[in-house]
T-cell receptor
Framework: SQTIHQWPATLVQPVGSPLSLECTVEGTSNPNLYWYRQAAGRGLQLLFYSVGIGQISSEVPQNLSASRPQDRQFILSSKKLLLSDSGFYLC??????????????FGSGTRLTVV | AQTVTQSQPEMSVQEAETVTLSCTYDTSENNYYLFWYKQPPSRQMILVIRQEAYKQQNATENRFSVNFQKAAKSFSLKISDSQLGDTAMYFCAFCTSGTYKYIFGTGTRLKVLA
């Protein structure tokens, strides 16, 4: 069966420090991968999505970047965190061409607090 | 621009009662998909139900059903026989056929009262 792992679960980082959040998927190949951010009182905002290794599409210009070094690995990074980067980050995957039909499977999320 | 609106930030319902969560969306597309996701206090997002726009029949999953009104661009979720475990944030989401991206509403926080 397919599983998605996301870590760390919680993170407290000072302003200006770097960030690396990792997400891996098991039990499937060629998944579509996504990073979403959920801010308090707001819906989920798509940050990045990837349809293949090295293929990253950015939805929101900001202080973050994403990479996909392996087929089932998706990394969210920042060189210097801002206070506004605080939030709940969710990784998700869908089968190739299937996300629109069958929906996403989400990871358990990372609560990031920038202090 | 495509948008999803959930006009009820919070709702409550007595255990065993029925509750309906509202969702409206705006799009000029004809082929799309609609979803309801549940996010309990654990914050794990769980797919509750989905609906293909080209299907007129409303989707049903056990105690969860939708009222899909395509002309009105409305997609409400009905929860029957509410249980304490239904307490969660519920998100409506929309995805155009051929794209990879969901547009989410801002969510409705549902509390089931004992």
């Amino acid at each position: 069966s397919q599983t998605i792992h996301q870590w760390p679960a919680t993170l407290v980082q000072p302003v200006g420090s770097p960030l690396s959040l990792e997400c891996t998927v098991e039990g499937t190949s060629n998944p579509n991968l996504y990073w979403y951010r959920q801010a308090a009182g707001r819906g989920l905002q798509l940050l990045f999505y990837s349809v293949g290794i090295g293929q990253i599409s950015s939805e929101v210009p900001q202080n973050l970047s994403a990479s996909r070094p392996q087929d089932r690995q998706f990394i969210l990074s920042s060189k210097k965190l801002l206070l506004s980067d605080s939030g709940f980050y969710l990784c998700a995957w869908s089968g190739r061409g299937q996300g629109e039909i069958y929906g996403y499977t989400f990871g358990s999320g990372t609560r990031l607090t920038v202090v | 621009a495509q948008t999803v609106t959930q006009s009820q930030p919070e709702m409550s319902v007595q255990e065993a009662e029925t509750v309906t969560l509202s969702c409206t969306y705006d799009t000029s597309e004809n082929n799309y998909y609609l979803f309801w996701y549940k996010q309990p206090p654990s914050r794990q997002m769980i797919l509750v139900i989905r609906q293909e726009a080209y299907k007129q029949q409303n989707a049903t999953e056990n105690r969860f059903s939708v009222n899909f009104q395509k002309a009105a661009k409305s997609f409400s979720l009905k929860i029957s026989d509410s249980q304490l475990g239904d307490t969660a944030m519920y998100f409506c989401a929309f995805c155009t056929s051929g794209t990879y991206k969901y547009i989410f509403g801002t969510g409705t926080r549902l509390k089931v009262l004992a």
